[in-house]
């Protein structure tokens, strides 16, 4: 009850991707609560096409690393350590495709951790637009190439402008 639906809503967006019609893209800051690792390993066996985007700088590295690898992430090409050393790469979110074609999003202020599932008032949202889950399948695209601040940020601005207030 402490997570007051929250785990299992995420268990239950990523447990979407039931075979080869699916893709997962996620990218995740804190990523070191094991029970949402072991969903995404199932997802793969289920054989859906998952890749994680984790945090490989902070003081997280070893925590993420260890999840990871206790799930067995890194023997299924499913995680990209993002390794740029600039600030705080504080994404949380999931994409889900089928047939490669973005459906929805799971984002919010939860990170993939115990304290941040159980232990904090986050929040989760799952949005079910498919313009702005392509919004976010872009960014994480970028994100993917691991490109320095200096060289995202103009990518950035391009799919998300700020709006002219007209």
Same mark, same amino acid.
């Given at each position: ?7 299992? !809503?995420?268990?239950? +967006? ?16 804190? +990523? ?7 969903? +995404?390993?199932? !997802? ?69 951790? !115990?304290?941040?599932? +159980?232990?904090? &008032? ?10 702005? !889950?392509?919004?976010? &399948? ?29």
């Amino acid at each position: 009850w402490l997570s007051r639906g929250l785990f299992e !809503a995420l268990l239950n +967006f990523i447990g979407q991707a039931t075979n080869e019609d699916y893709s997962l893209r996620a990218a995740l800051y804190e +990523f070191h609560y094991q029970p949402i690792a072991n969903a +995404f390993r199932s !997802a793969v066996e289920a054989g859906a096409d998952v890749k994680i985007i984790y945090d490989a700088e902070s003081t997280y590295k070893v925590e993420n690393l260890a999840t990871i690898q206790a799930a067995g992430l890194d023997e299924t090409n499913s995680v990209i350590p993002r390794t740029v050393t600039e600030g705080i790469r504080h994404n949380k979110f999931i994409v889900l495709l089928k047939k490669n074609k973005p459906i929805a999003v799971w984002t919010g202020s939860t990170n993939i951790s !115990a304290g941040g599932i +159980f232990g904090h &008032s986050n929040v989760g949202h799952i949005i079910r637009d498919k313009d702005t !889950a392509k919004a976010y &399948s872009d960014y994480w695209d970028l994100l993917s190439q691991n490109l320095t601040p200096t060289k995202i940020r103009p990518f950035v601005k391009e799919l998300s402008p700020i709006p002219s207030g007209k």
